[in-house]
């Protein structure tokens, strides 16, 4: 038979794991057609070869079939040089520990503020009932009891507090929110600002009881006033 008689096509794909070769013939079977087939072989052992080269395995995930394999493999796997085991509870676990310091340190800061918030607040208070003597021995002089002024400065001080800490619980997750979006966008830690836990409730009631506390003074100041002694000075 004779060659032009004969057409044979190839297709390689060089870009894929697995390579296609696709050979077909028109006409009788003959030398050139077993030629063909020949080279069509050799580029596709080629191809393949070359692709194989390309690959690296660089990670492999592996199921323990008994609690001793998972003890017991790791080990093996990092005595040697070129591979290396890592255990996702135990990295978690000492990830999480080397970051034990840095939260206690958070926390340890959060109660500072807290502190710095409470001292602010009873600051606040009594300067503005020292604004106030007046205005709260005029409510005296009309029939207003020692026990109104008393309870409208304590809820003063209390509302304040109470609304503050609501705010900033939720500019906190508020926050946490934005922060968790940019971080999901970079494909980084996963973090929302959308879980409450009931702990919050816990930190506004301290908030509550710190603005009681801060208020208590002043309250007792306006309590005890002088009406006749501070519409003299006025």
Not at 118 to 136: C, E, H, K, P, V
């Amino acid at each position: 038979a004779s060659r032009s008689a004969m057409s044979a096509y190839v297709r390689v794909s060089r870009h894929c794991t697995s390579s296609a070769v696709h050979v077909g013939s028109k006409g009788r079977s003959g030398t050139g057609t077993h030629d063909d087939r020949d080279h069509a072989h050799e580029e596709h052992q080629t191809a393949s070869s070359a692709n194989t080269e390309d690959l690296e395995l660089t990670a492999l995930l592996v199921q323990y079939r008994s609690p001793v394999a998972a003890v017991s493999l790791p080990r093996q796997i990092n005595a040697r040089n070129a591979l290396q085991a890592a255990v996702p509870a135990q990295e978690t676990s000492r990830l999480f520990n080397m970051l034990g310091t840095g939260f206690d340190a958070l926390r340890l800061f959060g109660w500072i503020l807290l502190f710095a918030a409470g001292l602010g607040l009873f600051i606040a208070l009594y300067n503005a009932l020292r604004q106030r003597r007046q205005d709260l021995a005029l409510m005296r002089a009309l029939g207003a009891p020692r026990r109104t002024l008393f309870l409208h400065v304590l809820l003063e001080g209390l509302l304040l507090a109470i609304v503050g800490g609501a705010l900033g619980i939720a500019l906190g997750h508020l926050s946490a929110e934005v922060l968790g979006l940019w971080m999901q966008q970079a494909q980084q830690l996963n973090l929302t600002g959308r879980v409450w836990l009931w702990e919050e409730l816990v930190l506004l009631g301290v908030a509550a009881l710190i603005g009681a506390i801060a208020a208590l003074l002043p309250a007792i100041q306006a309590y005890r006033q002088d009406v006749g002694l501070e519409l003299r000075k006025h």
